[in-house]
Nanobody, 116 residues
Framework: QVQLVESGGGLVQAGGSLRLSCAAS????????SRWFRQAPGKEREIVAA????????DYADSVKGRFTISRDNAKNTVYLQMNSLKPEDTAVYYC?????????WGQGTQVTVSS
């Protein structure tokens, strides 16, 4: 069983930055695709960014392209989401996900609130 623990959320003003971290309990996670999702109140969970196990391939939702950067450090079993130029519409609970084939692991989520 893989456990994922997110950290780094908080309250920030519009235009500010935050860096989220997702720490995995096992090195096995380095063989998984890692993704960040978010869910705002009253909305469905949506994917924000994804990164291949090697870190060589990344993908982003159109709404965050050019502002967010996903990265990973497999030696530390950790995935990051650097969020710059934050907007009030980025306010949500952010979840870390690890995926391989039909297996998914989720973190408990971390709240990000962007004030205008």
């Amino acid at each position: 069983q893989v456990q994922l623990v997110e950290s780094g959320g908080g309250l920030v003003q519009a235009g500010g930055s935050l860096r989220l971290s997702c720490a995995a309990s096992t090195r096995t996670i380095s063989t998984y695709v890692s993704r960040w999702f978010r869910q705002a109140p009253g909305k469905e969970r949506e994917i924000v960014a994804a990164i291949s196990w090697s870190g060589l391939v990344t993908d982003y939702a159109d709404s965050v392209k050019g502002r967010f950067t996903i990265s990973r450090d497999n030696a530390k079993n950790t995935v990051y989401l650097q969020m710059n130029s934050l907007k009030p519409e980025d306010t949500a609970v952010y979840y870390c996900n690890a995926n391989r084939d039909t297996t998914d692991y989720w973190g408990q989520g971390t709240q990000v609130t962007v004030s205008s």
